[in-house]
């Protein structure tokens, strides 16, 4: 079976960008770049949120959704995190991939041109039929909600 392909379109100024790629074989998830304009880094201030362009659009399969996730290392180290994680690309979405950065980190964070600054992870997202019922079947958690299945 052939896997479903993502395709990218290069937007005007981003010549020297290469496209989203996986950086290991066995990577879940490919890495979106910055397309940062201009030779100073963009700086995301503690507590603030940037919209980071990637340089890219893109047609994602009909029924399935890119999920656009934080990188661990600079989520680890500097505090920088995707604000709407995960983001969601959705298969008829055809404008500019941008990737919405949030620093909770307690130093600004340096954003130049090409860094790796988020990456996505493409899954099944099926239409399902949605209908109103008068009640709902009956499980064992039932109704209980947030912390009702313990701390450990």
Known sequence: MTAPVVRF???????DLPIPAYATAGAAGFDLRAAVTGDAPLLLRPGERLLV?????????????????????????????????PGTVDSDYRGPLMVCLINLGSEPFAI????????????????LTLIEVDDLDNTVRGRSGFGSTGME
């Open 9 to 15: 379109r290069r937007l005007d100024g981003n010549a």
């Open 112 to 127: 130049r041109r090409g860094d790796r600054i988020a990456q996505a992870v493409v899954a099944p997202a099926p239409q």
């Open 53 to 85: 362009p990637t340089g890219f659009a893109c047609a994602v399969p009909h029924g399935y959704e890119m999920q656009v996730r934080p990188r661990s290392g600079i989520a680890v180290t500097h505090g920088v995190s995707v604000a709407n994680t």
